[in-house]
């Protein structure tokens, strides 16, 4: 069994989607709380673990793998949460792309204007609003008729989404009016193993507060 490390920050939904993986799979690791607020990013030794200087990243065996997605593909693989088919596993690939290119809008909502890196007046801000609200839009339509994102089966494509989607209310998003959504959100939560340990944003989560990659 290969050393699990995983730097992981609290608050953060990327690093919440590869904590519930790991609860599912029961898989043995160890923490390492990095707060991206206060510098645990910027140091010298992170840069070798990141680059990028972001979180989640699993240490293997002493090997670095940054990207929340990539993480779930690695850890998934050979397991029932990420099916076997060809055409299931393409299809894997669309909604942990769709949950980068447009839940991510989801994200940035929750994120940015509270944190002082973007203006709440900011015209940037309504962009970001009706780009997460059409990927809501989309996600309610695709699971009108479906229980989950691919083959009707809880995978890794459903993790991966979940953690921002479940957020949405916090950016101002409510989910009243998206009723598949809102049964599919529970759905997940009734995984067996399922364990969402996110932490509320701390008022250091600030431009000018803490220190991190925004300044
Ligand atoms: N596409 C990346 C995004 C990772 C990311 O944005 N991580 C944030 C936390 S959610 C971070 O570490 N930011 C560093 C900082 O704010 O200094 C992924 O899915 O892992």
Known sequence: ??????????????????????????????????????????????????????????????????????????????????????????????????????VSEIAALRFRPQAGVLAPEDPAVEGLRSGAERALELLERHLESRIFLVGDVYSIADIANYGYVHVAPEAGMELDDRPAVRAWLERVEAQPGFVNDLVPLPADARVGRGLSIYG
């Open 1 to 102: 069994v290969p050393h699990l490390r995983l730097y992981t920050y609290g608050p953060s939904p990327n690093c919440l989607k590869v904590r519930v993986l790991l609860a599912h799979l029961d898989l043995a690791y160890e923490q390492v709380e990095t707060n991206i607020f206060g510098g645990d990013t910027l140091t010298g030794a992170y840069g070798a673990v990141n680059p990028a200087r972001q979180t989640p990243v699993l240490e293997v065996d002493g090997e670095h793998l940054p990207q929340s997605n990539a993480i779930l593909w690695y850890l998934a693989d050979g397991t029932h949460y990420l099916p076997e088919r060809p055409f299931e596993r393409a299809s894997v690939v669309r909604w942990l792309l769709f949950e980068q290119e447009r």
